[in-house]
Each structure stands twice: as C-alpha cells, then as structure tokens.
C-alpha cells in the first residue's frame, strides 16, 4: 500500500505550516481515538498553574539571590508596578511549597499524555482490526502477508507516540507563553528579546525538519517491507529448511534490513540532532540576549536574576516544543498511512442483506454470473446451473479455468459483477450474512489450526456449540477415535506446526469444524489432494456418509474424489462447459474424458 502522498508547499515552511500539516493529520486520526475532553482539559488547565508555579517559583529565587548577594534579611518580588516583601526564611518556605506544587504538576503533566497514548493504541487497534474485519473478501485477499501485522504494531505505536508528541507540544506550549508573559511583565525587552529568539530558532531549523519528514516517510514504507519479509520467512520456513538457505535467500532479507537501515540512521540522526542544535543555539541567544539586557541596563539585581532564570526556563521549554515539533514530523507519515489503511477496509465492507434466511435451502442457483478481478477481463462468464437440496456436486476443470472465482462467489465471499447467486429462487445477497454464515461451511484446501486446544479449534469462536456438538463433528469426520487417542483428548493443545497433528488430521479437524454448527451448505476445495491413502479413505469416508443429508460441492482434480458426486460441473475458460453425471460426462465431455483415462493408466500402472 503507498505511504501517504506528502503535501508539497514551497520551501521555508512556516511553523504556522507545520502546524496545520500536523492537525490535518491529527484530524484524520482523532476520530478513531477516544480522547477524553476532560483529560485535555486537565492538560491545559494544568500546564497553565505550571507555567505560573515555575515563573513565580523563578522569580522567588532571582529575588532571593538578590537579597543575599546584598547581605538582606527582606526579600522584595517585583512584577511590574507591584512588589512583595518578607523575609528571607519565608520566601524559601514560598519556594519550597512552590518547588512541589510544580512538581506534583509536572508529575500530572507526564501522565495525561500517556494516558491519552495508551487509550489510543487500544483504540487504534480495535478500530484497525474491526475495519480489517468488516472489509469485503477482495480487499482481504489482496493484502500481502505482514502489512497488516506491521500496521497493527508499528503504525499504531508509532501514532500513540504522536500522540504523546501532540499532548506534550501543547502542555510545553502553554508553559513556554506563561513563562513568555511572565517575563513580559518583569522586563519588556527581556520578553521582545525572547520572542524573537524563538522565532528565529524555529526558522533556522525548520529546513533539517523538513528532511527528517521525508526520510520518516521513507522509513514508514520499508517498515511494511520488512515486515512483509517477516512473515514471509516464517511462513517459508518448512520449504528453507528443505531446500536450504542459499546465498541470494539470505541476500534477499539482508536487502529488506539494509533498506531499513540507512532511513533509519537519517530519521534517528535528525531527530536527536535537531533538539541538541536547538538547546545549542539557544544558549547562543540567551547569552546574547544578556547582553543586550546589560546594556539597556536593569538596575535591580533581583530582577535581572528572575528574567536570566525565566529566560533560560523559557528557553528550555521552547527546545522541547521543537523535540514534540520534530518527533511529530517523523511518526506523521505513519499516521496518515494509518489513517490510509483504515479508510481502504471502510471504503470497501461485506455485502450484507437485510431478509433471514428460508428455513430450508431447498435451491442453489447462479443465473447469468459474470465475473472479473480489479475491473479486468471476466474469468467467469454466463454461468447458469441449479443444485437441488442433497445433492453431492463436483466441480472440475483445468488449473486458471475458474473453479476458485466460482467457489468464493458461492461462499459469497465475492459479488458478481453481472447475474444472480439465488437461494430458493431468490438474490443471495438479500439474505443477511450471519445466517449464511451458520447454515454454509467450508473446508479450504490448506487446513488452518489456530493455537489452541482441539476444542477451540473445532468450535472455532462460536460460543454457543457445546461439547456434545463438537464430539459429534468430529465423529462425523472420522477424527474423534484420533482425538481420544491424545494425553488430554480434546484438550490437546494443537497449532499450524504441532507435531502431534498429522496433514490428514488436520484435515479431518478443519471438516469437523465446518460440520460442528450442522450446516445445510458444504464446500470443500480439494480436501485430499495431500492426503495419504489412509488419511484420504477416512475423509471420503465421511463425505460417503454426508451425502444426501446436506448440500456438498467437491472441488477437485482426482476421479477418485468426484466418482461418487451425483453430478459434476466442468469449467473451462471461466464457462461452465458440461454439468452432467460422471458416467455421461465421460462418454460425452473431452475434458472429463481425458481425466477418466489418465486415472485409469495410473491405476493399471
């Protein structure tokens, strides 16, 4: 998926720019967050006491040191026309007290944003994973292994910590213009001073931001790479240890971790950088601005401490809005992609119908379906046939012929482009999904376990199946006695790569799963094409025993798995080319015909 296009403005962007490329970010992510109106509420009720706690705090001790390089036992707090005398003891109790009010506050300060930070990655999360859910079967089946798995990680901590940059900009913000008018009101030219030091740095640094938001940009994009490569190695990782770990495999991962490396360096190099030139600068000005302050001439000592202190302070807070500033520019593209991702899952949803489902499926039909993949030519064209309730029907055809785009419009996992899906006469797609879901099962060609017991993997998130349904299933699929035989029977912990679970097991596992919840729709694509010949006995034996209770559509190229169908479709070239009985369709259809006579000279031989 493309990283988030970056808006291009002229270069010297502003921080007034900055900051609108950052709420227009903020804007599309806001709304998948639950941000608590009291919390930023809190940040900016407590970062405006802070301010004022830490600037009176300031001013106190400038006076303070005043009073004691004199040799004084009164200490006098000017801010502006107004002063504040008392004694030395008491102004350093009015400092203490002032110390952990400040403290208390900055403690309330650090714990908001993160607050803020964590409710979102739980919100982002669910709102990522429920949108993934909710999306149709063809964005699904386009999406590369580990994109989702890098957005559900990366780019959601990546926003959190956004996030936490946003909530502390803001509270270092209101600080900073405390401090700002606070020293406005103990020295003007202190304050003009300070505010022209600010925009300057702001300025002078904006261009090494700008390059750190596109080498984050870029860092974003081969995150998703990487991960991708991930997957992919844990996914291959049976086929690597057979085939072995050539020289160009390992070259080809090394390329993903070198593609990571050198944006990485770029985006970790600025964003330390950029703080440490902006706290270096600073002191430049503060120094400067000093000098210019002695030179104008301020005449009370205590004041000129308390505006040094206020400055440096102020200062120090306007390095911080810079390291939220910067560290905002490098997890933005994140964010958008974030953003991105989301809006493609809610952009396409599930086809859903509002009617219940008819007690009884009595018919299956397509009526005139076409079909075509991303707006290319149709691999289903003009298919039309009718299955009556019972009946065992296979479906054929050599490999790219169709049988895979005609299964998955079945299973209403895609829509047509053209013509009907009918259930007893009626458009599929008017019947809601969750009844369709209950009363049509399917058994993929590659068995999936999720780590889990026997139980969980047979009942598979349905709550309401109980165990006597469960041990009925599987004696159905011939794996109970299998199961039985384990340490803990159904409670055996089983996964993709157990060791305890055969491929033939597996198998017998994911029929038992789809037969659990009694549907009246069966599918299976290819259920014993890697089967052994024990494995592959046991679950036609179980299909033998199926027949005519439910509806069952075959995927399959061996004769041996579609000699017992009542009658078989024959794809070819995205048509239905015959859909007969298997004694007719050899006799008439060139197909079936050359199938037939293949498997019997693998047989005589």
Known sequence: MPAHPPKKTPSGRSPVAVARRALAAWHRVAPLVRTSRLKLTLLVVCSLLAGLAEAGLLAVVGAIAGALSHGSDQVTVGVGPASMSASVTVMILAGVVGAVVRGALQVLLAFLPASMSAQAVADLRRRLFDAFVAAGWPVKA????????????????????????????????????????SAFVLSLPAALLLTVASAGIFML??????????????????????????????LMAEETEVFGTSRSYLDSFHRLIDGIRQPMLRTRFLAQAVPSLYQSVALLLLVLALGVISVIGLDQLATLAAVVLILLRALTYGQQIQTSVTALDERLPFMHRLADAIERYRSQPRQDGER???????????????YAYDGGQDVLRNVTFTVSRGETIGVAGPSGAGKSSLIQLLLRL??????????????????????????????????QLI???????????RPHLTQEQLEAAARRAQIHDDIMSWPQGYDT?????????????RQRLCL?????????????DEPTSALD?????????????????ITMFLVGHRLSTLSFCDRIMVVAGGCLDAFAPPAELSATNPFFREVTELTRRQTSA
């Open 451 to 461: 780590w889990g017991t026997v139980a969980e993997n047979i009942r598979f998130y």
């Open 512 to 524: 038992a799963r789809a037969l659990a919840d009694d549907p009246e729709i069966l599918v299976l």
């Open 493 to 505: 912990i089983v996964g993709q790569r157990a060791s305890a679970v055969s491929g033939g097991q």
């Open 533 to 549: 010949v024990r494995s592959e006995a046991l679950v036609k034996g179980s299909l033998h025993d199926l027949k005519g209770t």
């Open 205 to 234: 640094l904006r261009p090494l931001a700008r390059r750190l938001r596109r080498h984050a940009a870029a860092l974003s994009a081969e995150n998703i790479e990487y991960s991708k490569g991930v997957q992919e190695v844990v």
């Open 356 to 370: 219940p489902l008819p007690d009884r499926i009595d018919r299956v039909a397509m009526r005139g379906v076409h």
């Open 142 to 181: 386009t999406e590369r292994d580990g994109h989702f798995q890098s957005l559900m990680t990366t780019h959601v901590n990546a926003a959190s910590f956004a996030i936490i940059n946003i909530g502390t900009g803001i509270s270092v913000s209101l600080v900073f213009l405390t401090l700002l008018v």
């Open 414 to 447: 895609r829509t047509p482009a053209r013509g009907t899906v009918e259930v007893n006469g009626t458009d599929v797609r008017a019947f809601r999904r969750e009844d369709w879901q209950r009363r049509v099962a399917y058994v993929p060609q590659t068995p």
